[in-house]
């Protein structure tokens, strides 16, 4: 149990990671983007599950990093204020 959790956290930070430079976000606040990593990696976990799409790791960092990126958008427009 505590195994799966902590091997879901640094895939949500490797998601991150990805889609702070897919999405070409400030890479000077690398830990920022780690955590809107993390709750992108749950945000994608949910939506994934939603659709019935998931349950490898291959599958689960494409959904993460889908999640990052989304999160990362909303965190832009609306918490940021940008374009």
């Avoid at 959790?5 to 976000?25: D, F, P, S």
């Avoid at 890479?27 to 749950?42: K, R």
Wanted: charged content about 10%; glycine content about 22%.
């Amino acid at each position: 149990m505590i195994i799966k959790l902590l091997i879901e956290l640094v895939l949500g930070g490797v998601a991150g990671y990805l889609a702070a430079g897919i999405m070409k976000a400030d890479q000077s606040n690398m830990i920022m983007n780690v955590i809107l990593g993390i709750v992108g990696g749950i945000v994608g976990g949910l939506i994934g599950n939603l659709l019935g799409i998931g349950g490898g790791w291959i599958s689960g960092l494409i959904l993460a990093i889908g999640g990052a990126c989304l999160v990362i958008w909303v965190y832009r427009k609306f918490i940021l204020g940008k374009k």
